[in-house]
């Protein structure tokens, strides 16, 4: 069976809440979803921005984490993908990506960041997956990369998984958008905590069902674009 437990989050409650402080005492399971409108986390100055679907709250997050080892049955990763434009190569250095803390206040102890091949509308090949412990603005990360992701001209797809324990620290969710840019985003639980039945990528609105969430994930890649 599905979520059966939404936990609603307003604006500026997201850490001042004692009862979602106290849920992930309580030897409760993780949730799937949660409800709030996030802050878009602030660019550094020096970033040059390469693609954004930034926008379009639709004040719906899903889990993207990393669990500890008692619950990885939980353990569940968003993806989103963007097109590299003919013509041009990318160095992919930062990444921002909006996201809620719920379920418990955070922080998270680090993100891992991955990139992928494109396969038939869905993540394929692992190009680079680098941890890094970015920038927090109450769930939403600027996150810059020890190592520059370079891509040539073509679909590519983005993943952040946040690195928490549940107990106390809660869930992240990643936040969706209410438009779809290029494919759908793609979701998975290989452990099937959640009982989706999605071990392995799909298309996330069809994989989670109708719980409000938008087709796609909010992020941001910063960088250099160099003609070729």
């Known amino acids: 069976m599905r979520l059966r437990v939404f936990m ?15 849920a992930s005492g309580a030897g409760l399971a993780p949730n799937l979803v949660a409800h709030g409108t996030a ?48 013509g041009f190569k990318w160095g992919v250095q930062a990444v921002i990506v909006t996201g809620v803390y719920f379920n418990g206040p955070g922080p998270a102890v680090s993100e891992t960041v991955s990139f992928y091949k494109n396969s038939g509308g869905l993540p394929g090949a692992l190009i680079s997956s680098q941890t890094v412990t970015g920038s927090d603005t109450g769930g939403s990360f600027r996150i810059r990369l020890p190592a520059t992701v370079k891509l040539r001209a073509g679909t590519y797809w983005v993943s952040v998984q946040v690195n928490m324990d549940f107990t106390p620290n809660g869930e992240w969710g990643w936040e969706t ?16 905590g959640f009982a989706t039945g999605c071990t392995s990528w799909a298309n996330m609105e069809t994989c989670i069902g109708p719980l409000g969430e938008g087709p796609d994930f909010m992020f941001a890649l910063y960088g250099k674009s160099i003609p070729v």
């Open 39 to 86: 802050r878009v986390a602030s660019p550094a100055a020096a970033d040059a921005l390469l693609y954004s679907q930034n926008d379009s709250d639709s004040g719906v997050g899903i889990v993207s984490q990393n669990f500890e080892a008692s619950l990885d049955i939980y353990d569940a990763q968003g993806a989103d993908d963007f097109t590299v434009p003919a």
């Open 177 to 192: 958008r209410s438009v779809m840019s290029g494919n759908g985003a793609a979701w998975q639980n290989p452990g099937d």
């Open 8 to 22: 609603i989050l307003a604006v500026g409650t997201l850490f001042a809440s004692s009862t979602l402080g106290q």
